[in-house]
Every structure is written in structure tokens, then in C-alpha cells.
């Protein structure tokens, strides 16, 4: 099992920008998939991003232009730089990767 943790978590004002990274227990160089979800409260987890090895990155609608996603494989994270945050960015965010491994969440607030 892998073994996932966020962090760059906080909180911004509107149309301020945050990085997370995820680093993983293993080279991430060997996972296929690696991705982002996010939850704000009373709604469901939901994709934000993700990026195959070797392959191109897929984004939500709500965060497409605003949001990238990328693997640092000298660093062993995935990241995700947040652009233009809007409150409705409000959620805990996940790394995901293949095998259906989580980390536990950061939260990110967006709020003046």
C-alpha cells in the first residue's frame, strides 16, 4: 500500500494562489495515475485533476486555465499550483494514486 501525505494547505483571499504537494512512500515514477480530489462540505469527493505517467493531464470544468497539475520526480511529489482561488474552491483536498491509495486531506480555505 502507498502511502500518501498533503500538505500547502491554508487559507487565501479570493484571487490569491496556494501550492499543494503530495509526496508518496514509493518513487512516483512507478505509479501510473495520480490525481486530486476535493470535498467541501455536504458534497460529494469530486476530480480535480490528474495526470497519467507519460501522459497528458485531464482537469474539472471549474478549475481548467485556473489550476495545474504536475509530478516533480526529483522531489517525489505531485503538485498542484492553484491559481485565482474563488470561495468555491473552499474543500479538503486529496492525492490520489493507482491501487486506490489516499492521503488524508489539507484543507484549503478561500475567504476574505
Known amino acids: 500500500q502507498v502511502q500518501l501525505v498533503e500538505s500547502g494547505g491554508g487559507l487565501v483571499q479570493p484571487g490569491g494562489s496556494l501550492r499543494l504537494s503530495c509526496s508518496a512512500s514509493v518513487r512516483i515514477f512507478s505509479l501510473y495515475l495520480m490525481g486530486w480530489y476535493r470535498q467541501a462540505p455536504g458534497k460529494q469527493r469530486e476530480l480535480v485533476a490528474e495526470?497519467?505517467?507519460?501522459?497528458?493531464?485531464n482537469y474539472s470544468d471549474s478549475v481548467a486555465g485556473r489550476f495545474t497539475i504536475s509530478r516533480d520526480n526529483a522531489k517525489n511529489t505531485l503538485d498542484l499550483q492553484m491559481n485565482d482561488l474563488k470561495p468555491e474552491d473552499t474543500a479538503v483536498y486529496y492525492c490520489?494514486?493507482?491501487?486506490?491509495?489516499w492521503g488524508r486531506g489539507t484543507q484549503v480555505t478561500v475567504s476574505s
Open positions: 495526470l497519467p505517467r507519460g501522459g497528458n493531464p
Open positions: 490520489k494514486c493507482s491501487g486506490d491509495n
